[in-house]
């Protein structure tokens, strides 16, 4: 069965910290892509990453980055230097040979000024 | 270039009533999608149009409906409202069907409240 977790439901961190979300993800597939979302409290998902599953290289944008392992099925989100702007809702998804996107739960980030 | 746009952003009902939600793509992208996100649920899936062919549903009953217009716009039709169909819908569009072409990209939603 296609799964994702995010076993974080809320972090609340103080801005600057660092801070990471963690995305776990059950496929048999061998072909699929795992994508990262932002939801702000205005509500329009914000695409911010797509990866597809021969590519285990890290990625880092800005304060962002990204770390997918095949191994432990994860591909877990990292905010450098957070700031009061990244407050959001994360989502991971997953998207596989049947074409559909499978959503996480979300996690929801809350950064302190 | 404009993102996904939906109309309207809020939209109130009473049980029973029908609603009509719209979405129109951004440019060039052939693909909707349709998804539910209801206070304390995260996101579940609709519905998928294609090139005005309906390509997969969720698990929602038959009084969720929609339709893919030739310049790609779609519609979400809601039946019978209920009071649990209150939740914020969210139109996304991508460039197509293949794997490497499927990034969704999401419009601001429509609120949708069930009095």
């Known amino acids: 069965a296609q799964k994702v977790t995010q076993a974080q439901t809320e972090i609340s961190v103080v801005e600057k910290e660092d801070v990471t979300l963690d995305c776990v993800y059950e496929?048999?597939?061998?072909?699929?892509?795992l994508f990262w979302y932002k939801q702000p409290p205005s509500g329009e998902l914000v695409f911010l990453i797509r990866?597809?599953?021969?590519d285990e290289q890290n990625e880092i944008s800005g304060r962002y980055s990204w770390n997918f392992q095949k191994s432990t099925s994860s591909f877990n989100f990292t905010i450098t230097a957070s700031q009061v702007v990244d407050s959001a809702v994360y989502f991971c998804?997953?998207?596989?040979?049947?074409?559909?996107?499978?959503w996480g739960a979300g996690t929801k980030l809350i950064i302190k000024p | 270039e404009a993102g996904v746009t939906q109309s309207p952003t809020h939209l109130i009902k009473t049980r029973g009533q029908q609603a009509t939600l719209r979405c129109s793509p951004i440019?060039?992208?052939?693909?909707v999608y349709w998804y539910q996100q209801a206070l304390g649920l995260g996101l579940q899936f609709l519905l998928w149009?294609?090139?005005?062919?309906?390509?997969n549903r969720g698990n929602f009953p038959p009084r969720f409906s929609g339709r893919q217009f030739p310049n790609y716009s779609s519609e979400l039709n809601v039946n019978a409202l209920e009071l649990e169909d209150s939740a914020l819908y969210l139109c996304?569009?991508?460039?197509?069907?293949?794997?490497?072409?499927?990034?969704?990209?999401f419009g601001a939603g429509t609120r949708l409240s069930v009095l």
């Open positions: 996304a569009s991508s460039e197509g069907t293949e794997l490497a072409k499927n990034i969704q990209y």
């Open positions: 149009y294609d090139e005005g062919e309906e390509r």
């Open positions: 990866r597809n599953s021969f």
């Open positions: 440019s060039g992208h052939t693909s």
């Open positions: 998804a997953l998207r596989d040979s049947n074409y559909q996107l499978i």
């Open positions: 496929t048999r597939d061998t072909t699929y892509y």
